[in-house]
């Protein structure tokens, strides 16, 4: 193959208003942008990396230059997992190297991976943690939305009247909720009772990552789903009997490629997948977009929390997501690249 000309640039997502989770409040987020130029065609990929292991703008920046040359030689998907380690840096290069045969090809992203011509997906729409009667209030303002995901913090008391407030103004929503970490095994029974009574159908994240062996033997009614406990497809195995769900997000893995790998795994290990993402734009959105094809729960609303996304962009309507290949990748049949 020939070589490849790799660029760098750097860009702050601004978010239309701050968006509070247990630990952190984000009114902006850095993202690196990686083209990958082979002289007639040209691969884009955006990410911003996971804020809680450290992955942060200078780690990725780093990590792309220590694997330059070796992206430059024009690595195929499967050997730069072996090149560069999971994180935000490898996700970007991986979805260039998608686009950038997508292109080359003629051939969608989804027909490259050996998946079905894409669906519009439902996805869910997320509440930042605020007080009750507002994330009730912003609740009824979604009214495209279908399914719903409410962001708690740790403060139990709270969270509950959080989630009741929202359930009240919305009885016809599909609910979850994300702890981000929040809570503690002995929070785990009255929190899972409230959420049965709210008619919660999901749980995310409720204990902090490298406490799953607490989960040993814990039932609950209410599906878990691993998040932090799911970094990449060496966790897939140790979730079984602790979490029910795993959450695939390709800034932790490392790109679709893993991601992929990860939807087989989990259904394999008898695990519901999920696909979310980081603050993004519809740039960073469109991989998971493809993974999400093959997904039981869709929780794609990145670029909704922005000021300004990308055009073209994806598309939210009547509470799904939809992508075209006018984002990323190529339409099929087609050899040009009106971007280079």
Wanted: net charge negative.
């Amino acid at each position: 193959m020939s070589r490849l000309k790799m660029k760098v640039a750097v860009e702050t997502l601004r978010l239309a208003a701050p968006f509070r989770i247990s630990g952190h409040v984000f009114d902006s987020r850095d993202a690196i942008v990686v083209t990958l130029d082979d002289g007639a065609h040209v691969g884009r990929g955006e990410a911003t990396g996971v804020y809680y292991i450290g992955d942060d703008l200078d780690h990725m920046l780093a990590a792309l230059e220590l694997a330059r040359d070796a992206i430059q030689a024009h690595p195929s998907r499967d050997e730069l997992r072996s090149i560069m380690p999971p994180g935000g840096a490898r996700n970007a290069v991986d979805a260039a190297l998608w686009e950038l045969e997508s292109k080359q090809s003629g051939k969608p992203v989804w027909a490259l991976a050996g998946l079905d011509p894409l669906r519009p997906l439902r996805t869910t729409f997320t509440l930042g943690a605020d007080e009750p009667v507002k994330m009730a209030e912003q609740a009824v303002a979604w009214r495209q939305a279908r399914s719903i995901k409410v962001k708690l913090t740790g403060d139990l008391d709270l969270d509950i009247a959080r989630v009741n407030a929202i359930r009240a103004a919305r009885g016809d929503v599909w609910l979850g909720v994300d702890a981000n970490q929040g809570f503690s095994i002995g929070d785990m029974d009255a929190l899972v009772a409230a959420m049965v009574a709210a008619n919660v159908s999901l749980i995310e994240q409720p204990l902090a990552r490298g406490q799953e062996a607490n989960l040993d033997g814990y039932r609950s009614p209410i599906p878990l789903a691993a998040d932090e406990s799911a970094l990449t497809l060496s966790d897939v195995a140790g979730l079984r009997g602790r979490f029910d769900v795993v959450n695939i997000k390709l800034d932790k893995c490392g790109g679709l490629t893993e991601a992929l790998m990860i939807a087989a795994a989990a259904s394999e290990a008898g695990l519901g997948v999920m696909v979310g993402c980081m603050v993004c734009s519809s740039l960073g959105a469109a991989p998971g977009f493809v993974v999400g094809q093959l997904c039981d729960l869709v929780d794609l609303d990145g670029p909704t929390f922005l000021k300004q996304d990308r055009t073209p962009g994806v598309i939210y309507r009547d509470g799904t997501i939809w992508c075209d290949e006018a984002v990323w990748g190529a339409r099929p049949g087609s050899l040009s690249d009106a971007s280079h």
